[in-house]
């Protein structure tokens, strides 16, 4: 587990659930998602950041991470989002 500062101080907490996922969560405000024409989410940016997007890096303990997928995770929670992603380390 590591936590991580949006550019607003609010923490974002990212899991490693297997050795190709990853779980970002924490409080947003609002959240911004683009999907394809075939329905996938390919953007989720939480208020103040990270904003993820397929194709994108995300760094998780010293390690670039290459976004393959994103998966949003319904929280019931107001004002508290989630979503998981796939991804590949870059040597």
Not at 45 to 74: H, M
């Amino acid at each position: 587990m590591e936590v991580v500062q949006s550019r607003y101080g609010t923490e974002r907490i990212i899991h490693k659930i297997n050795p190709k996922k990853l779980r970002i969560q924490g409080e947003s405000l609002f959240l911004n998602m683009s999907e394809d024409d075939n329905g996938n989410v390919i953007m989720f940016d939480f208020e103040g950041g990270p904003s993820l997007t397929v194709g994108g890096e995300i760094e998780f303990q010293g390690i670039k991470w290459k976004i393959k997928n994103i998966n949003p995770i319904e929280t019931g929670i107001e004002s508290f989002v989630e979503c998981s992603v796939d991804v590949d380390p870059i040597y």
